[in-house]
């Protein structure tokens, strides 16, 4: 499994950006993330159940990621015509305000490393990855267990002091 400290692998994938007609897909790569911070968190599968829990809550905090000028990627070994069909049926997903990666290759899972042993879907991972494009945080949650959001917003905020920042530090507190 990729790591802290190290480069995040070089990517491009078709994305569901949008439920519009005619603007449904757009490709992502590297070159979308350059210069700028980015979380990317990976879900086992669509049309299951913990996921859109986790992908309704990222959407709700995504304004927090905004603010902080990190852009949000989704990202499962779906199509992105699963992804479209899951956005259009599930109410939790019609509004997604992000793009939702389609590795369905598992190009970019694999690079990572984050593909489940035996089931072969990615694990519950999140990146957050620097301007430079190097690997900051990542934190890995078994199939079962969701994520929490406000955490990865934690941990951006003190990854973006560039500070010593200690056991449970929130933005506005003293670092070290």
């Not at 499962?76 to 939790?92: E, G, Y």
């Amino acid at each position: 499994m990729l790591g802290i400290g190290q480069k995040f692998p070089e990517f491009k994938m078709d994305a569901c950006v949008s439920l519009e007609k005619g603007k449904e897909f757009a490709e992502i790569s590297n070159k979308d993330i350059k210069g700028g911070w980015s979380v990317f968190f990976a879900w086992p599968l669509d049309f299951t159940f913990v996921c859109p829990t986790e992908i309704a809550e990222f959407n709700k905090e995504h304004k927090n990621f905004q603010a902080r000028e990190a852009k949000l990627f989704g990202l499962s070994c779906d199509s992105k015509f699963v992804h479209l069909a899951w956005r259009n049926d599930h109410a939790d997903l019609k509004g997604l305000t992000f793009p939702m990666l389609a590795d369905n290759k598992k190009e970019l899972t694999g690079a990572l490393g984050i593909l489940h042993p035996q089931d072969l879907v990615p694990l519950r991972a999140t990146y957050i990855v620097d301007p430079e494009g190097i690997i900051r945080w990542v934190s890995v949650n078994d199939l079962s267990v969701g994520r929490n959001v406000k955490e990865v917003i934690r941990t951006l905020d003190a990854l973006q002091t560039d500070e010593l920042c200690p056991c449970n530090w929130e933005k506005g507190q003293a670092t070290l």
